[in-house]
């Protein structure tokens, strides 16, 4: 019989009660409104993205990365393995709860990658701090910015006003990454028209389902183009 699952912390948010359960020493559950957004035993693909979207940085001499969304960790530690020591991630988090929950009960699943020294937590939502970059200019753009959220792409979004994957948010991600810039996303499911977004947009792009056999997420890579039109301004 399997063990039942004890609630560790619970708040209440707009999309409702965000609880962390758990049943083993490294089973954890991450759910909001009853419905499951992690299960630390499934975690392959987060991993995947954060190796993939910093590949490219392992000799940079001080890559600067965003990723927007903490959950269990998985991703950060992901990327913090990729870069060298001189690396600076941000790492935008909506909820201060799972930040909170990333250095108490999940610290041992990732060797408390929130604590590295690399890494400045910002509790914020990864759009508007993106909006921010691509608007000054006077502040400093990324290398990588990676988006694991728990709402990825999906088809049927808004093409211009959908915040994180609408054709605006593609713009100003764009704006703020530097030339070769990647921005990688997870996706529980293939998007095409995300794709064709990323391609209009002056982006280069390929997608992997990381793993064999049960769910593969979608991991799309849009590497930046060195065009002038990566210069214009968000629409």
């Known amino acids: 019989m399997a063990r039942p699952w004890t609630i560790l912390d619970r708040i209440d948010t707009d999309e409702g009660v965000l609880e962390l359960r758990q049943r083993g020493e490294r089973d954890?559950?991450?759910?909001?409104?009853?419905v499951v957004l992690m299960n630390s035993m499934a975690h392959r693909t987060e991993v995947a993205?954060?190796?993939i979207a910093c590949r490219h940085l392992t000799t940079h001499p001080a890559p600067r990365v965003l990723i927007g969304?903490?959950?269990?960790?998985?991703t950060l530690r992901s990327v913090l393995d990729t870069l060298p020591d001189s690396a600076r991630v941000t790492m935008a988090e909506l909820n201060p709860v799972v930040a909170k929950w990333c250095k108490g009960p999940l610290a041992?699943?990732?060797?408390?990658?929130?604590?590295?020294?690399?890494?400045?937590?910002?509790?914020?939502?990864?759009?508007?701090?993106?909006?921010?970059c691509a608007v000054h200019g006077?502040?400093?753009?990324?290398?990588?910015?990676?988006?694991?959220?728990?709402?990825?792409?999906?088809t049927g979004a808004h093409k211009s006003n959908d915040p994180l994957y609408g054709n605006s948010a593609i713009d100003a991600t764009r704006a703020a990454l530097k030339p070769g810039g990647i921005f990688a996303v997870w996706g529980e499911d293939y998007d095409a028209g995300f794709e064709q977004r990323l391609r209009s947009a002056c982006f280069s792009v390929s997608t992997k389902r990381p793993g064999r056999?049960?769910?593969?997420h979608v991991v799309y890579v849009a590497a930046l183009k060195n065009s002038?039109?990566?210069?214009?301004?968000?629409?």
């Open 228 to 235: 002038r039109k990566q210069n214009h301004q968000p629409r």
């Open 213 to 216: 056999g049960g769910p593969r």
């Open 108 to 132: 041992s699943l990732t060797d408390s990658a929130i604590t590295d020294p690399r890494v400045t937590i910002k509790i914020t939502d990864v759009a508007r701090l993106i909006r921010q």
């Open 49 to 51: 993205l954060g190796r």
């Open 28 to 34: 954890f559950l991450i759910t909001v409104g009853g």
């Open 69 to 74: 969304g903490l959950g269990m960790g998985y």
């Open 138 to 154: 006077t502040i400093e753009r990324f290398d990588a910015i990676v988006f694991d959220l728990y709402t990825g792409p999906r």
